[in-house]
């Protein structure tokens, strides 16, 4: 199939706060992806989106969002969930051998060209967007 990277797009899937909904995240992105002839980017975008939406679903109580979007050559991978507090500050990766928790921004902070986050409101829920741009090449 071949590449259809210079158009602009955005895809958006509401998630449910239920654990199913990060393995329905990472093969969505996969499909996304694959579509538009971004595979090489399909390892590092799911390990993101997996940890992005991990952190919202098991850190609120409400549902969770993730969008993707492609323009100017940029992949943009983020999650809202219906907590309007900061995300936890990234640690040293290099630290979190074996640790089970508190790995999810150092992770995002590691494999992306910048990171961010922002208070959003969505469908009139408070809440926050974490995102992150993917190196392309």
């Given at each position: 199939?071949?590449?259809?990277?210079?158009?602009?797009?955005?895809?958006?899937?509401?998630?449910?706060?239920?654990?199913?909904?990060?393995?329905?995240?990472?093969?969505?992105?996969?499909?996304?992806?694959?579509?538009?002839?971004?595979?090489?980017?399909?390892?590092?975008?799911?390990?993101?989106?997996?940890?992005?939406?991990?952190?919202?679903?098991?850190?609120?109580?409400?549902?969770?969002?993730?969008?993707?979007?492609?323009?100017d050559g940029v992949l943009r991978i983020g999650a809202w969930d219906a907590n309007p507090e900061p995300p936890d500050p990234p640690h040293d990766v290099a630290n979190l051998t074996g640790a089970e928790n508190g790995r999810g921004t150092a992770l995002v902070r590691a494999c992306a060209d910048v990171w961010g986050w922002h208070p959003l409101s969505r469908f009139g829920r408070r809440g926050k967007y974490v995102w992150c741009d993917l190196p392309v090449a």
């Open positions: 199939m071949p590449e259809r990277t210079s158009d602009s797009w955005e895809y958006s899937l509401s998630l449910p706060n239920d654990l199913r909904a990060v393995p329905i995240s990472r093969r969505t992105l996969r499909l996304i992806l694959t579509m538009y002839g971004l595979i090489h980017l399909v390892d590092t975008a799911e390990l993101i989106a997996s940890e992005l939406v991990s952190n919202a679903v098991l850190h609120t109580k409400g549902p969770a969002a993730l969008r993707v979007s492609w323009s």
